[in-house]
T-cell receptor
Framework: EAGVTQSPTHLIKTRGQQATLRCSPI?????VYWYQQALGLGLQFLLW???????NRGNFPPRFSGRQFPNYSSELNVNALELEDSALYLC?????????????FGPGTRLTVL | AQSVTQLGSHVSVSEGALVLLRCNYS??????LFWYVQYPNQGLQLLLK??????LVKGINGFEAEFKKSETSFHLTKPSAHMSDAAEYFC???????????FGSGTRLSIRP
């Protein structure tokens, strides 16, 4: 069974540009989560999508947005990039909305903002 | 509100020694607790989880953790460290109705030869 996949592996942008990160969940999983892992800041919850709807978002500005497609894959968009947006962005999926279910993580997209 | 505190951002042990990574949580309802491991340049992998039932949970790679409600703790242990255990370890908590997982700040485990 294929795991969570993310693309691209690395992304280099300059300040003010937009970045688009993609995630494909494990087959059968309907929930997708996005996390930011910046140096020294640990894992910060960004967004949670389930059945095409945004269910929850973390404490991030509106320039962080995303969507979930009918096939449950997801996109994270970061507009007006700032230097501090440089981080590893992790996507995770889980089979349903329920606490106690583990989240399965992808390998991440490393975003570098110059 | 839920929160997780991992004591010690960096732990170093000798190969063959006991590994103990500390985690304390805060939750207003019975929690679900997780330990994840992250190897360099990789995503997170679940080591073990506690939902209900037996408070001593065994995970992969010889790790185990014990849920202690009275101490609000979920410490991770391994009797004998191996060089391949060097990684970042994250403790996490979630609630049934919340689904969102809150992660601790992580503990980097180093193994000395």
């Amino acid at each position: 069974e294929a795991g969570v996949t993310q693309s691209p592996t690395h992304l280099i942008k300059t300040r003010g540009q937009q970045a688009t990160l993609r995630c494909s969940p494990i087959s059968g999983h309907t929930s997708v989560y996005w996390y930011q892992q910046a140096l020294g800041l640990g894992l910060q919850f960004l967004l949670w999508y389930d059945e095409g709807e945004e269910r929850n978002r973390g404490n991030f500005p509106p320039r962080f947005s995303g969507r979930q497609f009918p096939n449950y894959s997801s996109e994270l968009n970061v507009n007006a990039l700032e230097l501090e947006d440089s981080a590893l962005y992790l996507c995770a999926s889980s089979p349903e909305i329920a606490g106690g279910d583990e989240q399965f993580f992808g390998p991440g997209t490393r975003l570098t903002v110059l | 509100a839920q929160s997780v505190t991992q004591l010690g951002s960096h732990v170093s042990v000798s190969e063959g020694a006991l590994v103990l990574l500390r985690c304390n949580y805060s939750s207003s309802v019975p929690p679900y607790l997780f330990w994840y491991v992250q190897y360099p340049n990789q995503g997170l992998q679940l080591l073990l989880k506690y939902t209900t039932g037996a408070t001593l949970v065994k995970g992969i790679n010889g790790f185990e953790a014990e849920f202690k409600k009275s101490e609000t703790s979920f410490h991770l242990t391994k009797p004998s460290a191996h060089m391949s255990d060097a990684a970042e370890y994250f403790c996490a908590v979630s609630e049934w109705s919340a689904s969102k997982i809150i992660f601790g700040s992580g503990t980097r485990l180093s193994i000395r030869p």
